[in-house]
Protein backbone atom coordinates (compact mmCIF):
# COMPACT_ATOMS: atom_id res chain seq x y z
CA UNK A 1 0.00 0.00 0.00
CA UNK A 2 1.19 3.83 -0.59
CA UNK A 3 0.07 6.54 1.50
CA UNK A 4 -1.73 8.07 -1.18
CA UNK A 5 -4.14 5.14 -0.72
CA UNK A 6 -4.68 5.54 3.31
CA UNK A 7 -8.00 6.59 5.30
CA UNK A 8 -7.10 10.23 6.44
CA UNK A 9 -6.48 11.01 8.98
CA UNK A 10 -3.35 8.51 10.15
CA UNK A 11 0.09 8.46 11.55
CA UNK A 12 3.08 7.99 9.32
CA UNK A 13 6.70 7.28 10.82
CA UNK A 14 9.64 8.21 8.85
CA UNK A 15 11.73 5.14 9.82
CA UNK A 16 15.43 6.40 8.67
CA UNK A 17 14.74 9.72 11.06
CA UNK A 18 13.42 7.65 13.73
CA UNK A 19 16.82 5.34 13.06
CA UNK A 20 18.55 8.47 13.38
CA UNK A 21 17.21 10.07 16.02
CA UNK A 22 17.89 7.10 18.41
CA UNK A 23 21.43 6.53 17.03
CA UNK A 24 22.56 10.14 18.24
CA UNK A 25 20.84 9.69 21.44
CA UNK A 26 22.39 6.40 21.71
CA UNK A 27 25.83 7.33 21.05
CA UNK A 28 25.12 10.50 22.96
CA UNK A 29 24.57 8.53 26.80
CA UNK A 30 27.31 5.73 25.76
CA UNK A 31 29.98 8.55 25.91
CA UNK A 32 28.77 9.63 29.24
CA UNK A 33 28.55 5.89 30.16
CA UNK A 34 25.03 6.38 31.35
CA UNK A 35 22.55 3.68 30.38
CA UNK A 36 20.27 4.44 28.78
CA UNK A 37 16.48 3.19 29.50
CA UNK A 38 14.04 4.80 26.94
CA UNK A 39 10.79 6.20 27.64
CA UNK A 40 8.15 4.39 25.63
CA UNK A 41 5.55 6.37 26.77
CA UNK A 42 5.50 8.29 23.55
CA UNK A 43 5.69 5.97 21.21
CA UNK A 44 4.06 2.64 23.01
CA UNK A 45 5.17 0.69 20.54
CA UNK A 46 7.17 -2.91 20.76
CA UNK A 47 9.09 -1.91 17.38
CA UNK A 48 10.14 1.42 18.40
CA UNK A 49 10.93 0.08 21.62
CA UNK A 50 13.24 -2.76 19.98
CA UNK A 51 15.47 -0.39 17.74
CA UNK A 52 15.74 2.07 20.97
CA UNK A 53 16.94 -0.25 23.39
CA UNK A 54 19.34 -2.27 20.83
CA UNK A 55 22.49 -0.81 22.31
CA UNK A 56 21.90 -0.52 25.64
CA UNK A 57 20.50 -2.80 28.55
CA UNK A 58 16.88 -3.62 27.11
CA UNK A 59 15.55 -1.80 30.21
CA UNK A 60 12.51 0.17 28.74
CA UNK A 61 10.24 2.90 30.95
CA UNK A 62 6.83 3.50 30.76
CA UNK A 63 3.35 5.49 31.72
CA UNK A 64 0.86 3.43 32.23
CA UNK A 65 0.39 -0.56 33.50
CA UNK A 66 -1.54 -1.49 30.71
CA UNK A 67 1.70 -0.36 28.46
CA UNK A 68 3.61 -2.34 30.93
CA UNK A 69 1.59 -5.52 30.23
CA UNK A 70 1.50 -4.96 26.09
CA UNK A 71 5.59 -4.64 26.71
CA UNK A 72 5.87 -7.44 28.77
CA UNK A 73 4.11 -9.31 26.43
CA UNK A 74 6.52 -8.46 23.87
CA UNK A 75 9.69 -9.95 25.09
CA UNK A 76 10.69 -6.94 27.44
CA UNK A 77 11.61 -8.23 30.86
CA UNK A 78 13.17 -5.00 32.55
CA UNK A 79 10.25 -2.50 32.62
CA UNK A 80 10.25 1.12 34.98
CA UNK A 81 6.29 2.35 35.69
CA UNK A 82 7.35 5.63 35.97
CA UNK A 83 4.33 7.19 37.80
CA UNK A 84 3.57 7.29 41.22
CA UNK A 85 2.54 4.19 42.49
CA UNK A 86 -1.15 3.83 44.15
CA UNK A 87 -2.19 0.85 46.33
CA UNK A 88 -4.86 -0.33 44.79
CA UNK A 89 -2.53 -0.95 41.66
CA UNK A 90 -0.04 -2.52 43.28
CA UNK A 91 -1.72 -5.90 42.88
CA UNK A 92 -1.17 -5.79 39.14
CA UNK A 93 2.46 -4.70 39.69
CA UNK A 94 2.65 -8.04 41.67
CA UNK A 95 0.89 -10.21 38.74
CA UNK A 96 3.85 -8.54 36.22
CA UNK A 97 6.77 -9.78 38.86
CA UNK A 98 5.26 -13.15 39.60
CA UNK A 99 5.60 -13.45 35.45
CA UNK A 100 9.29 -13.05 36.08
CA UNK A 101 9.00 -9.21 34.90
CA UNK A 102 12.02 -7.01 36.77
CA UNK A 103 9.28 -4.31 37.39
CA UNK A 104 10.08 -0.89 39.33
CA UNK A 105 8.22 1.74 40.57
CA UNK A 106 8.34 5.14 41.67
CA UNK A 107 7.09 6.52 45.43
CA UNK A 108 7.74 9.96 47.24
CA UNK A 109 5.40 8.39 49.99
CA UNK A 110 6.42 7.02 53.48
CA UNK A 111 2.61 4.80 53.80
CA UNK A 112 2.56 3.64 50.13
CA UNK A 113 6.61 2.41 50.52
CA UNK A 114 5.07 0.81 53.46
CA UNK A 115 2.33 -0.60 51.54
CA UNK A 116 4.67 -1.97 48.76
CA UNK A 117 6.65 -3.83 51.20
CA UNK A 118 3.47 -5.45 52.53
CA UNK A 119 2.15 -6.08 49.27
CA UNK A 120 2.25 -10.25 48.41
CA UNK A 121 2.93 -12.79 46.51
CA UNK A 122 5.16 -10.63 44.04
CA UNK A 123 7.54 -12.90 42.64
CA UNK A 124 11.33 -11.63 43.21
CA UNK A 125 9.59 -8.57 44.76
CA UNK A 126 8.99 -4.77 43.64
CA UNK A 127 12.10 -2.71 42.76
CA UNK A 128 11.13 1.21 44.12
CA UNK A 129 12.65 4.47 42.91
CA UNK A 130 11.89 7.29 45.32
CA UNK A 131 11.53 10.03 43.19
CA UNK A 132 13.35 13.60 44.02
CA UNK A 133 11.48 16.65 43.06
CA UNK A 134 14.58 18.49 40.94
CA UNK A 135 12.94 21.84 40.39
CA UNK A 136 9.94 20.76 38.45
CA UNK A 137 7.26 20.91 41.28
CA UNK A 138 5.26 18.12 40.71
CA UNK A 139 5.87 14.85 42.61
CA UNK A 140 8.43 14.39 44.48
CA UNK A 141 10.28 14.88 47.47
CA UNK A 142 13.38 17.39 47.52
CA UNK A 143 16.29 15.59 48.14
CA UNK A 144 17.05 17.01 52.20
CA UNK A 145 13.67 16.12 53.15
CA UNK A 146 13.34 13.67 56.02
CA UNK A 147 11.18 11.63 54.12
CA UNK A 148 13.84 10.25 52.30
CA UNK A 149 15.35 8.15 54.60
CA UNK A 150 12.05 7.46 56.08
CA UNK A 151 10.72 5.89 52.63
CA UNK A 152 13.87 3.64 52.46
CA UNK A 153 13.72 2.36 55.82
CA UNK A 154 10.02 1.44 54.85
CA UNK A 155 11.06 -0.87 52.03
CA UNK A 156 13.20 -2.80 53.88
CA UNK A 157 10.47 -4.96 55.17
CA UNK A 158 8.52 -7.92 54.00
CA UNK A 159 5.86 -9.74 55.98
CA UNK A 160 4.72 -14.04 56.21
CA UNK A 161 3.46 -14.00 53.41
CA UNK A 162 6.72 -13.45 51.51
CA UNK A 163 6.03 -9.88 50.31
CA UNK A 164 9.27 -8.23 49.72
CA UNK A 165 10.34 -4.72 48.41
CA UNK A 166 14.03 -3.68 47.30
CA UNK A 167 15.71 -0.10 46.72
CA UNK A 168 16.54 0.23 43.38
CA UNK A 169 17.44 4.06 43.51
CA UNK A 170 16.72 7.40 43.46
CA UNK A 171 14.62 8.61 40.46
CA UNK A 172 14.33 12.83 38.67
CA UNK A 173 12.46 13.98 35.88
CA UNK A 174 13.77 17.68 34.83
CA UNK A 175 10.26 18.51 33.11
CA UNK A 176 10.71 22.38 33.37
CA UNK A 177 13.68 22.14 31.28
CA UNK A 178 10.41 21.97 28.50
CA UNK A 179 10.01 25.62 29.72
CA UNK A 180 14.03 26.43 28.78
CA UNK A 181 13.85 29.03 26.31
CA UNK A 182 18.13 28.90 25.15
CA UNK A 183 20.28 25.71 25.32
CA UNK A 184 21.94 27.67 27.82
CA UNK A 185 19.20 27.64 30.52
CA UNK A 186 18.20 24.13 29.36
CA UNK A 187 22.32 23.18 30.71
CA UNK A 188 21.51 24.43 33.80
CA UNK A 189 18.15 22.81 34.27
CA UNK A 190 20.41 19.72 33.60
CA UNK A 191 23.01 20.36 36.14
CA UNK A 192 20.39 21.33 38.87
CA UNK A 193 18.78 18.06 37.95
CA UNK A 194 21.97 15.81 38.38
CA UNK A 195 22.75 17.78 41.70
CA UNK A 196 19.42 16.45 43.20
CA UNK A 197 19.53 13.22 42.90
CA UNK A 198 23.35 13.02 43.36
CA UNK A 199 22.34 14.45 46.44
CA UNK A 200 20.06 12.33 48.04
CA UNK A 201 21.97 9.22 46.79
CA UNK A 202 24.54 10.42 49.40
CA UNK A 203 22.23 11.03 51.97
CA UNK A 204 20.79 7.37 51.23
CA UNK A 205 24.66 5.74 51.10
CA UNK A 206 25.62 8.34 54.60
CA UNK A 207 22.38 6.54 56.39
CA UNK A 208 23.79 3.26 55.78
CA UNK A 209 21.24 2.64 52.28
CA UNK A 210 22.29 1.45 49.82
CA UNK A 211 21.18 3.00 46.74
CA UNK A 212 22.09 1.22 43.06
CA UNK A 213 20.60 3.48 41.02
CA UNK A 214 20.33 7.30 40.13
CA UNK A 215 18.13 7.82 37.27
CA UNK A 216 17.60 11.24 35.35
CA UNK A 217 15.01 12.11 32.89
CA UNK A 218 13.97 14.39 29.87
CA UNK A 219 15.06 14.50 26.11
CA UNK A 220 16.47 18.23 26.16
CA UNK A 221 18.57 17.85 29.53
CA UNK A 222 19.78 14.35 27.87
CA UNK A 223 20.67 16.04 24.96
CA UNK A 224 22.42 19.32 26.55
CA UNK A 225 23.53 18.23 30.14
CA UNK A 226 27.49 18.81 30.29
CA UNK A 227 28.33 16.10 32.62
CA UNK A 228 26.44 12.64 33.92
CA UNK A 229 29.22 12.27 36.40
CA UNK A 230 27.44 10.13 38.98
CA UNK A 231 24.08 9.06 36.97
CA UNK A 232 23.47 5.33 36.32
CA UNK A 233 20.93 5.92 33.66
CA UNK A 234 18.67 8.16 31.78
CA UNK A 235 15.13 8.23 30.51
CA UNK A 236 14.37 10.51 27.70
CA UNK A 237 11.63 9.53 25.16
CA UNK A 238 10.47 11.81 22.99
CA UNK A 239 13.85 12.37 20.62
CA UNK A 240 12.90 9.33 19.12
CA UNK A 241 10.03 11.01 17.10
CA UNK A 242 10.98 15.15 17.46
CA UNK A 243 8.28 17.24 17.17
CA UNK A 244 8.11 20.85 16.42
CA UNK A 245 8.43 22.03 20.72
CA UNK A 246 11.46 20.47 19.93
CA UNK A 247 12.72 22.31 17.06
CA UNK A 248 11.80 25.39 19.03
CA UNK A 249 13.77 24.46 21.94
CA UNK A 250 16.71 23.96 19.73
CA UNK A 251 16.62 19.88 20.20
CA UNK A 252 16.48 18.44 16.78
CA UNK A 253 15.74 20.44 13.29
CA UNK A 254 12.49 20.31 11.24
CA UNK A 255 14.07 17.46 8.86
CA UNK A 256 14.69 15.40 12.17
CA UNK A 257 11.32 14.99 13.27
CA UNK A 258 9.67 11.57 12.54
CA UNK A 259 6.28 11.78 12.77
CA UNK A 260 3.90 13.30 11.19
CA UNK A 261 -0.24 13.05 10.72
CA UNK A 262 -1.26 12.41 7.27
CA UNK A 263 -4.36 14.80 6.43
CA UNK A 264 -7.28 15.56 3.03
CA UNK A 265 -7.83 18.57 2.50
CA UNK A 266 -12.10 18.82 2.98
CA UNK A 267 -12.74 22.07 2.23
CA UNK A 268 -11.87 25.63 0.99
CA UNK A 269 -13.13 29.16 2.43
CA UNK A 270 -11.67 31.69 0.16
CA UNK A 271 -14.05 34.60 1.67
CA UNK A 272 -12.05 34.06 5.08
CA UNK A 273 -8.59 32.86 3.33
CA UNK A 274 -8.79 29.04 5.01
CA UNK A 275 -8.41 25.36 4.47
CA UNK A 276 -10.59 22.91 5.81
CA UNK A 277 -8.37 19.40 6.73
CA UNK A 278 -9.97 16.06 8.15
CA UNK A 279 -7.29 16.43 11.26
CA UNK A 280 -8.66 17.95 13.41
CA UNK A 281 -8.55 17.89 18.03
CA UNK A 282 -8.89 14.17 18.25
CA UNK A 283 -5.93 13.72 15.13
CA UNK A 284 -3.52 16.36 16.35
CA UNK A 285 -4.63 17.13 20.02
CA UNK A 286 -5.32 20.70 21.66
CA UNK A 287 -2.12 20.74 23.46
CA UNK A 288 -0.33 24.36 22.19
CA UNK A 289 3.06 23.91 23.70
CA UNK A 290 4.90 26.16 21.35
CA UNK A 291 2.59 29.26 22.20
CA UNK A 292 5.56 30.56 24.12
CA UNK A 293 8.16 29.82 21.84
CA UNK A 294 9.52 32.37 19.26
CA UNK A 295 7.54 30.48 16.53
CA UNK A 296 3.84 29.90 17.65
CA UNK A 297 2.96 26.63 14.92
CA UNK A 298 -0.61 26.78 16.12
CA UNK A 299 -1.87 23.54 16.03
CA UNK A 300 0.74 21.72 13.68
CA UNK A 301 3.28 22.68 10.46
CA UNK A 302 1.85 22.50 7.12
CA UNK A 303 3.85 19.82 5.14
CA UNK A 304 2.84 18.80 1.10
CA UNK A 305 1.99 15.14 0.87
CA UNK A 306 5.32 13.97 0.86
CA UNK A 307 6.64 15.15 4.36
CA UNK A 308 9.89 17.10 2.41
CA UNK A 309 8.38 20.35 1.56
CA UNK A 310 7.16 22.81 3.73
CA UNK A 311 3.91 25.36 3.08
CA UNK A 312 5.85 28.32 4.18
CA UNK A 313 3.78 30.47 5.83
CA UNK A 314 1.22 28.02 6.93
CA UNK A 315 -0.36 26.83 9.77
CA UNK A 316 -3.16 24.51 11.67
CA UNK A 317 -4.62 27.94 13.75
CA UNK A 318 -7.65 25.86 15.13
CA UNK A 319 -8.83 22.78 15.55
CA UNK A 320 -12.71 21.51 16.22
CA UNK A 321 -13.21 17.84 16.84
CA UNK A 322 -12.90 16.61 13.31
CA UNK A 323 -11.54 19.30 11.41
CA UNK A 324 -8.44 21.57 11.53
CA UNK A 325 -8.26 25.01 10.17
CA UNK A 326 -4.84 25.67 8.05
CA UNK A 327 -4.48 29.92 7.29
CA UNK A 328 -1.85 31.81 6.99
CA UNK A 329 0.55 33.07 9.70
CA UNK A 330 0.53 36.39 8.08
CA UNK A 331 -3.32 37.87 7.20
CA UNK A 332 -1.54 39.79 4.88
CA UNK A 333 -0.60 36.16 2.97
CA UNK A 334 -3.23 34.35 0.53
CA UNK A 335 -3.90 31.00 0.63
CA UNK A 336 -2.84 28.84 -2.64
CA UNK A 337 -5.80 27.47 -3.12
CA UNK A 338 -5.58 26.36 -6.96
CA UNK A 339 -2.65 24.15 -5.58
CA UNK A 340 -4.70 22.75 -2.86
CA UNK A 341 -8.07 21.30 -4.17
CA UNK A 342 -10.50 19.46 -2.15
CA UNK A 343 -8.79 16.03 -1.63
CA UNK A 344 -5.42 17.15 -1.63
CA UNK A 345 -3.01 15.23 1.14
CA UNK A 346 -0.91 17.18 2.95
CA UNK A 347 1.34 16.08 5.96
CA UNK A 348 1.37 17.82 9.75
CA UNK A 349 3.93 18.38 11.78
CA UNK A 350 2.77 18.49 14.89
CA UNK A 351 3.20 20.65 18.12
CA UNK A 352 3.34 18.10 20.75
CA UNK A 353 4.08 14.36 19.39
CA UNK A 354 3.16 12.99 22.46
CA UNK A 355 -0.26 14.52 22.65
CA UNK A 356 -0.80 13.82 18.90
CA UNK A 357 -0.16 9.96 18.56
CA UNK A 358 -1.97 9.59 21.74
CA UNK A 359 -5.17 8.32 19.72
CA UNK A 360 -3.99 6.07 17.30
CA UNK A 361 -3.62 2.52 17.00
CA UNK A 362 -0.87 2.22 14.78
CA UNK A 363 2.02 4.16 13.02
CA UNK A 364 2.55 3.40 8.83
CA UNK A 365 6.10 2.96 8.75
CA UNK A 366 7.55 4.95 5.44
CA UNK A 367 11.16 4.81 4.20
CA UNK A 368 11.28 8.02 3.25
CA UNK A 369 8.78 7.63 0.15
CA UNK A 370 5.25 7.09 -0.67
CA UNK A 371 5.46 3.24 -0.17
CA UNK A 372 4.10 2.06 3.50
CA UNK A 373 7.41 -0.55 4.82
CA UNK A 374 4.98 -1.64 7.32
CA UNK A 375 2.36 -1.13 10.27
CA UNK A 376 3.34 -0.59 13.71
CA UNK A 377 0.86 -1.37 16.60
CA UNK A 378 0.73 0.67 19.72
CA UNK A 379 -0.15 0.17 23.53
CA UNK A 380 -3.61 2.40 24.79
CA UNK A 381 -4.99 2.57 27.85
CA UNK A 382 -4.51 2.60 31.27
Given at each position: ???????????????????????????????????????????????????????????????????????????????????????AK?????????????????????????????????????????????????????????????????????????????????????????????????????????????????????????????????????RF??????????????????????????????????????????????????????????????????????ED??????????????????????????????????????????????????????????????????????????????????????
Open positions: MKLSELQTPSLVLDRPRLAANITAMSARMTEQGVNLRPHLKTAKSADVARLATAAHSGGITVSTLAEAAYFAANGFRDITYAVGIAPLPRVAALCRDGLRMAVVTDSVAVAQEIARTPDCGDGIGVFIKIDCGLGRAGIRADDDALIAIAQALGGSDSTGSSASLRGVFTHAGHSYGCATVAEIEIVAEAERQAVLRAAQRLAEAGIACPEVSVGSSPTAGRSFEGVTEARPGVYMFNDAFQVGLGCCRHDEVALTVLTTVIGQRRDLNMLLIDAGALALSKDRSTASQAVGFGLVYDASGERRLEGLRVAAVHQEHGLIEPVDDSAQIPFDDLPIGARLRIMPNHVCMTAAAYDRYHVVDGGDEIIGEWDRASGW
